[in-house]
């Protein structure tokens, strides 16, 4: 945090404008619009809610179908359940960990020959790293299925121009706790619709339709941030840039530092993309390293009380989605297999940096 979300949260407080709506939420969906160069923006609670929203919004219900990434977190999945729809998941590809544009093709076309109507893509930039854009939407269009862009971890992240969430029919971003900014807990749904936007803050204020009395006509939901979140949020957009850097030059030490282990490998930023690096992740090869994993770098770190976490264990492989149609060639499971997120908070200094590289290298002595 620095001083000028306080200085935001504050004028919340003096203006005595606290409750959801409010300048301070108009002012950070304005700030999201100018970064973004997507012209509508709904602030709302979480990335979750602008998920759930978006399904809502593309006449997602029960009995369609919408693919989605497999390796991902979960909440890229859950909204389509929400709205009593089936994941299907796809397999991601090597260059860039995200949706592996054949394989998506594969699952459009095998859907259709089952007599399935696949209603909506939901492709992720994970970790920052932004998907191959081009391809999918090339797919999406082919096929005539709108594609929702969660970029809850890659805002600031750059595809080839274009910022990451502004490609897609609709675009997700989150302000959890854990993302490169925060609104303590919040998201937005962005677009160039704007009669969509228009429509989810609508929805996301409990639907109430235009009376001097409540009155509804649709189901709603309570999803809009509250003016004191959004003014955390505005003082944080001033310091997106700098958090950025600091997460990229997290990156670049870990990546320097670990080099001279040809079984510990990085995912390069792909050519005309800018990743954010929101979290630096690690992959070690067992083969290379007479069987240790990355579980035993993660459990050394431990013993140290630093945090560090296996790579998101893909949908396909959940409990919860175990019946779920999937498309793979394996990648997601062996990114998961031997894949370590690093510590990469934006406040990490070189003492910090240091601490964990010298755990890590304790391991390969």
């Not at 890659?154 to 959890?176: D, E, P, Q, T």
């Not at 560090?308 to 990114?335: C, E, I, N, T």
Request: proline share 5%; hydrophobic share 40%; charged share 20%.
């Amino acid at each position: 945090m620095g001083h000028q979300e306080l200085e935001f949260v504050q004028n919340a407080f003096a203006s005595n404008w606290i409750a959801p709506l409010g300048p301070h939420v108009n002012g950070f969906e304005s700030d999201l619009a100018s970064y973004t160069g997507v012209p509508h923006v709904a602030a709302l609670s979480s990335g979750t809610a602008a998920l759930h929203l978006a399904m809502i919004l593309l006449g997602v219900e029960a009995g369609d179908e919408v693919i989605c990434q497999s390796f991902t977190f979960s909440a890229s999945a859950n909204p389509i359940v929400y709205q009593g729809a089936t994941p299907v998941f796809v397999d991601s590809e090597d260059e860039t960990w995200n949706m592996d544009p054949n394989l998506l093709e594969d699952a459009i076309m095998e859907r259709q020959r089952q007599g399935k109507k696949v209603k909506a893509i939901v492709a992720v930039h994970l970790y920052g790293v932004p998907a191959q854009m081009d391809e999918i939407m090339a797919i999406a269009q082919k096929f005539e299925i709108p594609v929702v862009e969660d970029a809850a971890e890659a805002l600031g992240s750059v595809y080839r121009g274009k910022a990451c969430g502004s490609i897609g029919k609709l675009g997700v971003l989150s302000f959890n706790g854990n993302k490169i900014i925060t609104t303590s807990g919040g998201g937005a749904l962005i677009g160039f619709d704007k009669d969509l936007i228009e429509k989810s803050r609508f929805l996301a204020t409990q639907a109430r339709d235009e009376a001097p009395h409540y009155q509804h006509s649709h189901i709603g939901y309570n999803y809009r941030m509250s003016n004191v979140c959004a003014g955390i949020g505005r003082g944080q957009m001033l310091n997106l840039p700098d958090r950025i850097a600091n997460r990229r030059s997290n990156f670049e030490f870990y990546k320097k530092h670990l080099k001279d282990i040809p079984a510990i490998t990085f995912l390069d930023e792909p050519t005309d993309t800018f990743a954010n690096r929101w979290l630096t992740c690690l992959l070690v090869d067992p083969i290379q390293t007479s069987g240790k994993t990355r579980e035993d770098i993660r459990l050394h770190l431990n013993r140290y009380n630093i945090e560090s976490r296996p790579l998101w264990k893909p949908m396909h492989l959940q409990p919860v989605f175990a019946d779920a149609p999937y498309f793979g060639s394996g990648v997601s499971d062996r990114l998961f297999e031997n894949g370590l997120c690093l510590p990469s908070g934006s406040n990490l200094d070189h003492h910090d940096l240091q601490r964990v590289l010298e755990g890590i290298l304790e391991v390969f002595e």
